[in-house]
Every structure is written in C-alpha cells, then in structure tokens.
C-alpha cells in the first residue's frame, strides 16, 4: 500500500500521525473507528436515507437475498428485513455486531450477523443475490488492488442475475473514479456516487 493511499484512508478516519501508519495499524484502526458509530438506538431504527431508498428501489427484487457488507449496528439491516428481504449482515467491527445482533432482537427480527471482512470471502455463508456495500463502506477497504480483488471474488459468489450495490466519494484530486452509464448519483453533486455493478466493472481505476 503507497504511502499516498495510507495518507488518504486515515485522513478518512481523522487519524494524526497518517503518514507513520502500517496497513495493520489502518486496519484496525478501522475497526475502532466502526466500534462506535451508529450506537444511538434511535438512530439504528431511524430507517433507510432517502438516497438509499431511493438507490435499492432501483436495483432490488422482492425475492432477493441480500448481504450487507459493513452492516455496522444494524440500521439499514433492520431497514430491509422491515421491508421484508431477506438479508444477512457482515461487519468488521465486532463491538458494531455485537449491537446489531441486540437491536435485531429488541426489534424482533432475526438475521445472521457475522464478524470479519469481506476480503475474506470464506465468511460468505452462501451464494447472494445483491451484495450491498453499506454507506461509503467499499471506501474502506484499504487500497485499490485490494476493492478490485474483492470484487472480482464477489463475483463467484453470486447468484445468476446479481448484482453488488456500492457507495462512494469520488476522488478529490484527480478524477479516478466515476460511474458506468447506468449508475446514478445522489445527495449534493459530487458529495455521493452510487452504482450497481455487473461482473467485471468496478468504479476503481483499471
């Protein structure tokens, strides 16, 4: 990983020192930084964005089984099983998942939540119809050789007719990153790009 990309991850994260840090240390640090967010009950039952709502109504089917990728504490998993598709969660952080699997049972539900990172696909229980890469989520897999590997892994475990669904900023500096034709962007120009991928393309420079 360049030192440049480091840089650009943990200024992300709001990290001092960016530039001293490993891969490993980035890693981690991820994983502290995901612990916490979304712990406030109210907003993990505060439903879908309307950008979300709007982005998965496009691409999603009734009968799709869905994992969401950086499920976090739960509010768009929760979101989806209330809409009635059936969904799985993966969440690097584990304190994160521990939550979700709480408000999942305060709010009824019941979904399978695992621990670990999307870079090992082993932790994919099954083939999917949609891989949802939650809220800037694909962002923080650190390094771009890296989110194009998983990608195209994902793309082995998805059921005829998949799709992954991905969130990000676009690039500040130069313009690497954009949107094939039938993406759709969303919320304040240039603050949010969504896409729905098919095999073989992904948002990252080639």
Same mark, same amino acid.
């Given at each position: 990983?360049?030192?440049?990309?480091?840089?650009?991850?943990?200024?992300?994260?709001?990290?001092? $020192?960016?530039?001293?840090?490993?891969?490993?240390?980035?890693?981690?640090?991820?994983?502290? =930084?995901?612990? %916490?967010?979304? !712990?406030?009950?109210?907003? *993990?039952?505060? $439903?879908?964005?309307?950008?979300?709502? !709007?982005?998965? &109504?496009?691409?999603?089917?009734?009968?799709?089984?869905?994992?969401? +990728?950086?499920? $976090?504490?739960?509010? #768009?998993?929760? @979101?989806?099983?209330? /809409?009635?598709?059936? +969904?799985?969660?993966? &969440? *690097?952080?584990?304190?994160?998942?521990?939550?979700?699997?709480?408000?999942?049972?305060?709010?009824?539900?019941?979904?399978?939540?695992? +621990?670990?990172?999307?870079? #090992?696909?082993?932790?994919?229980?099954k083939p999917f119809d949609v891989?949802?890469?939650?809220?800037?989520?694909?962002?923080?897999?650190?390094?771009?050789?890296?989110?194009?590997? *998983?990608?195209?892994?994902?793309?082995?475990?998805?059921?005829?007719?998949? =799709?992954?669904?991905?969130?990000? !900023?676009?690039?500040?500096? @130069?313009?690497?990153?954009?949107?094939?034709?039938?993406?759709?962007?969303?919320?304040?120009?240039? /603050?949010?790009?969504?896409?729905?991928?098919?095999? $073989?393309?992904?948002? %990252?420079? @080639?």
């Open positions: 990983m360049t030192r440049a990309e480091l840089y650009e991850m943990a200024k992300r994260l709001g990290i001092p $020192g960016r530039s001293a840090m490993s891969k490993d240390q980035l890693v981690r640090a991820i994983s502290k =930084r995901w612990n %916490d967010f979304g !712990e406030p009950e109210a907003y *993990v039952l505060s $439903g879908l964005m309307p950008w979300e709502q !709007e982005f998965y &109504e496009r691409f999603l089917k009734p009968d799709d089984e869905i994992l969401i +990728v950086g499920c $976090g504490s739960g509010r #768009d998993l929760i @979101a989806l099983l209330r /809409a009635g598709y059936r +969904v799985e969660g993966l &969440e *690097v952080a584990a304190q994160a998942a521990t939550k979700a699997r709480s408000m999942l049972a305060k709010a009824g539900l019941n979904a399978r939540v695992t +621990v670990g990172s999307i870079e #090992d696909t082993s932790l994919v229980s891989y949802i890469f939650s809220w800037f989520c694909y962002s923080y897999i650190p390094q771009a050789a890296a989110r194009i590997d *998983v990608l195209r892994k994902l793309r082995d475990h998805l059921l005829p007719g998949g =799709r992954v669904l991905i969130s990000y !900023e676009p690039a500040r500096t @130069a313009p690497r990153l954009s949107c094939p034709p039938h993406g759709s962007r969303c919320g304040r120009p240039g /603050a949010l790009r969504c896409c729905c991928l098919s095999a $073989g393309r992904t948002p %990252d420079a @080639a």
